[in-house]
């Protein structure tokens, strides 16, 4: 079964970074296009970042571009999410989740890692 299993999230103050792993198992990792979404507390499940099977190409969402970087290892089938600049707004529940669509709710995704951005 696909199993997806973050890490790497914690506390860091304003302008900060950290970096997100996501170590995926149970399907063929370098076939599928790959995204990282977050949840801030009260809100809905936000889009964050994706990029295709082979790394050709990544999209960010207006609001964490020229920050954050996302990139993979096939050969680790592992995903990542590297995080600069960090603000407060980006606090959230960060999920890795198999595949790149608009119905973002609906992909497979891990259990989160929780980032929190404060001084």
């Known amino acids: 079964q696909v199993q997806l299993v973050e890490s790497g999230g914690g506390l860091a103050q304003p302008g900060g970074s950290l970096r997100l792993s996501c170590a995926a198992s149970?399907?063929?990792?370098?076939?599928?296009?790959m995204s990282w979404a977050r949840q801030a507390p009260g809100k809905g499940l936000e889009w964050v970042s994706g990029i295709y099977s082979d790394g050709s190409n990544t999209y960010y969402a207006d609001s964490v571009k020229g920050r954050f970087t996302i990139s993979r290892d096939n050969a680790k089938k592992t995903l990542y999410l590297q995080m600069n600049s960090l603000k407060p707004e980006d606090t959230a529940l960060y999920y890795c989740?198999?595949?790149?669509?608009?119905?973002?709710?609906?992909?497979?995704r891990g259990q989160g890692t929780q980032v929190t951005v404060s001084s």
């Open positions: 149970g399907f063929t990792f370098s076939n599928y296009p």
């Open positions: 989740v198999r595949g790149f669509s608009r119905a973002i709710a609906a992909l497979p």
